[in-house]
């Protein structure tokens, strides 16, 4: 039974990747076994639905590779699995609106202000702090 599953899984996985491939017109570059599923595939199409023709498909492929997996006799059948619905889910790049420099900073909390103190000044700060700590010290 654990290796009915794994060909079932693997088959499940199989195909969905071929498909996918063959949509992107990248179907030349599967191996032999994979276009000659996918063209048994297509021939099933023309008899029958998509979801009857894409779990028949995958049942081919599950016994070929119960064998190969060391399946010994006829594949036992397995729980039917819901039927595979394809979705669209890619979403499309967005890039989001540049905010605008004024509501920017104010919807931040900051204002379109300077900063308060410049760099050198606080620099010359922390040079007349280090200098006081090592003339108190000595």
């Known amino acids: 039974m654990l290796i009915a599953r794994r060909a079932d899984t693997r088959a499940r996985a199989d195909f969905a990747t071929w498909k996918m491939m063959a949509k992107l017109n990248g179907a030349s570059a599967l191996p032999q076994e994979a276009q000659t ?7 099933l199409l023309k008899q029958m639905p998509e ?3 894409t779990e028949a498909t995958i049942k081919l492929m599950y016994q070929a590779y119960y064998g ?3 399946g010994a006799g006829t594949p036992p059948e397995l729980p039917a699995q819901s039927p ?3 979705k669209d889910n890619v979403t499309a790049f967005k890039r989001p609106p540049a905010p605008k420099k004024a509501a920017g900073r104010k919807a931040m909390g900051g204002t379109d202000a300077k900063p308060r103190l410049p760099v050198a000044l606080i620099f ?3 040079v007349v702090v280090y200098v006081g700590i090592q003339f108190y010290l000595r």
């Not at 599923?37 to 021939?43: D, E």
Request: aromatic residues 10%.
């Open 124 to 126: 010359a700060s922390l």
């Open 68 to 70: 190969e997996m060391g």
């Open 37 to 43: 599923f996918l063209k048994s595939y297509k021939g």
């Open 51 to 53: 979801t009857e023709a």
């Open 84 to 86: 595979v619905q394809e």
